[in-house]
């Protein structure tokens, strides 16, 4: 991939499955011959596997401009959400640096910056399946 921009910033995975597309990538290398590199077309058939596939660019924005309002979630931690998508709590403590360390304890009235309760999660992880699609076999795993 030809680097067009030098620190552009953090990409999603959408953001970059998008810019491979739009290059004529394929999940079929010999579709990409010629368009793209071999290992473009690799990292395409990778992200084709994972929700980056299900995602656009208004969900993207969307979810980034409404889970502004999470401010115990820094930058990175939206970007690692949108490109895992979790739907389920434990993931999204994965998702999460040191989550179980920063959830305010029920007990302590006073609220410390960077310190997050349980019913924010649940929002933030009910902001996500809102947004996001989910594949039609995982809904049907989610809820078995």
């Not at 820094?74 to 993931?91: C, D």
Request: proline share 5%.
């Amino acid at each position: 991939m030809k680097i067009e921009k030098a620190n552009a910033g953090n990409l999603t995975n959408f953001e970059v499955f998008d810019f491979l597309r739009s290059r004529g990538a394929t999940s079929d290398p010999m579709g990409c011959i010629g368009s793209v590199s071999p290992s473009e077309c690799k990292v395409f058939e990778y992200l084709s596997g994972s929700p980056a596939y299900m995602q656009t660019r208004e969900s993207v924005n969307e979810f980034l401009r409404k889970a502004d309002k999470f401010k115990f979630i820094t930058s990175f931690e939206k970007l690692n959400i949108v490109n895992s998508t979790p739907t389920v709590m434990p993931a999204l403590y994965a998702t999460i640096k040191d989550c179980d360390k920063r959830i305010a304890k029920e007990e302590e009235q006073i609220a410390k910056e960077n310190q997050l309760e349980e019913d924010q999660l649940q929002e933030l992880l009910e902001l996500v399946k809102e947004i996001f699609p989910q594949p039609a076999e995982e809904q049907e795993e989610l809820s078995q």
